[in-house]
């Protein structure tokens, strides 16, 4: 990978502060969620990064791909949400009279009614025939500069991940992995860590591709990679972060904020390939979901993008293969979260808890669903 912040990535000194069960007795609600988290039985590992993460970081990377969740702002107009940037192909006349008209994309004769609300933007197909899905994995949330092991200061990500995979709702990806069984995705070991944030060139603290790249390496030497493993950076806030090719998630500069979140893929060269979203702080103008919500708009902004990111990631994991519209020119290249996001949110529980998130795209329903 190239880097902007090279004195970034070399002075990078990670040390991990795990205290699990330790919240203020003012925070009630952290606390519960913190007892939540113990009761899911996801384990929590102090992260240490060490040189040859930051050397894999820096040199021993390729096939590094990423696709952008674009924020609701001006400076997202424009931006591509891929890289390296995906030509599709022109989009496939619908028209029944077209003779040209794709037998896979043909309008079927009978639609399910999704239940409501619901949008219909266009179905998606594999970019790539062989293209591969994640038909099973552990996710492994990364906290960088939060102390309480279940991450409360997004809410407790790691209660949302363990309600979501106990779901309906993460049914909606059978259609497209091919499987229907259940407790596919699960919450595996959890991480946190202690990282000195450097001041990026607009003076706020930023962290770079690189400085994230390690702290993915140094996680996935310990929980493992391919398919079944897929990381979740945190990133807390008042910090940014930036792509190597400008796009930035930065509220402080409006200039810059062009996007969410993202998923990623890599391959390190002695660990093999890593998938993994990057998480920064939700509740901001331009990422936070409407309010009033059931959970306030920390937890349901953070639960409704970290769905969004894990969906895709399921759905299209090595970012050029995977599942896309491609029969639309108006949401042409979007992935499933991408075609429901900032459009319809709905409120409904998951394994028992409400939250107010975003839908995902359903072929099966030819619309944006909360239900498989």
Request: glycine share 8%; aromatic share 10%.
């Amino acid at each position: 990978m190239k880097m902007n912040r090279v004195l970034q990535s070399v002075v990078l000194v990670i040390s991990l502060l795990v205290f699990a069960g330790w919240l203020p007795e003012s925070n009630a609600a952290a606390q519960s969620e913190q007892d939540a988290t113990a009761q899911a039985g996801s384990s929590v590992v102090r992260l240490s990064v060490e040189p040859e993460d930051r050397a894999a970081a820096t040199i021993g990377t390729s096939e590094a791909r990423y696709h952008l969740f674009l924020a609701d702002t001006p400076a997202a107009k424009g931006v591509a949400a891929d890289f390296p940037p995906i030509k599709f192909p022109r989009p496939v006349m619908l028209d029944s009279e077209s003779p040209t008209a794709d037998s896979e994309f043909a309008l079927p004769s009978f639609v399910a009614s999704p239940p409501q609300p619901a949008f219909y933007p266009a179905d998606v197909t594999r970019l790539v025939s062989t293209g591969k899905t994640i038909t099973s994995a552990q996710s492994h949330p990364i906290f960088v500069n939060c102390s309480p092991a279940g991450g409360s200061c997004w809410g407790n990500p790691t209660v949302f991940l363990t309600n979501l995979g106990a779901s309906s709702f993460i049914h909606l990806v059978d259609q497209y992995v091919g499987l229907t069984t259940v407790n596919r995705y699960t919450v595996g070991t959890s991480f946190t860590a202690s990282v000195t944030i450097f001041a990026g060139t607009s003076g706020v603290p930023t962290l770079s591709e690189n400085d994230i790249l390690a702290l993915v390496h140094s996680a996935a030497k310990i929980a493992g990679t391919s398919y079944g493993h897929v990381y979740h950076v945190f990133i807390p806030h008042g910090v940014d972060t930036c792509m190597d090719e400008g796009p930035c998630y930065s509220p402080d500069d409006p200039a810059t904020f062009a996007f969410c979140a993202y998923h990623f893929t890599v391959r390190f060269s002695d660990i093999g390939s890593v998938y993994y979203t990057v998480q920064p702080f939700q509740d901001v103008a331009g990422c936070v979901v409407p309010q009033p919500s059931p959970n306030g708009a920390l937890i349901d902004s953070t639960s409704s993008t970290l769905s969004h990111e894990l969906f895709e990631s399921i759905t299209d994991p090595d970012i050029n293969t995977g599942f896309r519209a491609l029969n639309s020119g108006a949401v042409q290249g979007s992935e499933i979260g991408d075609l429901c996001g900032g459009v319809l949110f709905g409120i409904f529980p998951l394994d028992s808890k409400k939250y107010e998130i975003q839908l995902e795209y359903s072929n099966f329903y030819h619309a944006c669903a909360s239900t498989p």
